[in-house]
């Protein structure tokens, strides 16, 4: 190999490592701190006067810069990994084990919580997530899904109702009445259909880490069409 190439390729591998640095520097200063939506490793997807759509990924042994989380959170791991949470008043931090498609809900509203998350495995971490814009409930009566019980409720507070579905292929699920408006974060699947009670049939191909906002009231069965299996979860909020 010529001197020229090798000098090349060592200039090359000294760029890879620097793209693939920390996230965080010697001036990530907690005193001043982003919101999480203006944090680079949080995505914004979409927001309107309900809802503020993320996704989060971060790469293994990267992090994330001091952020603040100042709405109500709820967020999915979609791929979970070992993390490391630095917080303002606590040197040590937090240490977490986020399992993939395990979710959590946090009350941030007016908090002002400040911290950065760093994923000390050796696999990306992947969330999806939303911010609730609004400091209180917004007054919407949500769905009541026990009779079709493919869906499992997981979570019901004060500003969410969350249901998970597992659907095998070829599998239908009964139908069900979404009352409030609503997110879906895909966690698995290929293609689903939607069947609405005038008989409408919506097939819509997914994968992994898809999301959608679902504004409207809705009657519908959700089937799943591909070769494997299907897993969601679904929001309405309240």
Not at 107 to 127: E, I, L, P, T
Not at 142 to 167: C, F, H, I, T
Not at 177 to 193: D, H, M, N, S, Y
Request: proline letters at 5%; aromatic letters at 8%; a neutral charge.
């Amino acid at each position: 190999m010529s001197v020229q190439r090798r000098l090349i390729l060592a200039f090359c591998t000294v760029l890879a490592a620097a793209w693939n640095a920390p996230a965080f520097a010697l001036d990530d200063d907690p005193a001043k701190a982003p919101l999480a939506r203006n944090e680079p490793r949080h995505h914004l997807l979409m927001q309107n006067k309900f809802v503020r759509i993320m996704r989060v990924v971060i790469p293994a042994g990267q992090a994330t810069l001091w952020h603040e989380h100042n709405f109500d959170f709820f967020v999915v791991f979609v791929d979970g990994s070992k993390l490391h949470g630095d917080l303002t008043d606590k040197p040590a931090g937090v240490d977490v084990n986020a399992v993939s498609k395990s979710f959590g809900f946090v009350n941030y509203a007016g908090k002002h919580f400040v911290h950065r998350m760093h994923d000390v495995d050796s696999v990306v971490n992947h969330q999806l997530a939303f911010e609730l814009v609004a400091a209180r409930p917004y007054g919407f009566t949500v769905g009541d899904r026990s009779a079709a019980p493919q869906y499992k409720m997981e979570l019901d507070n004060d500003r969410v109702r969350v249901w998970r579905l597992k659907l095998a292929p070829g599998e239908i699920a009964d139908t069900i009445t979404q009352k409030a408006p609503g997110v879906r974060f895909v966690l698995a699947g290929e293609r689903l259909t939607e069947t609405r009670p005038d008989g409408r049939v919506d097939e819509k191909n997914v994968r992994s880490g898809d999301y959608a906002w679902m504004p409207d009231a809705a009657v519908r069965s959700l089937a799943n069409v591909g070769t494997s299996p299907l897993e969601l979860l679904e929001i309405e909020i309240k």
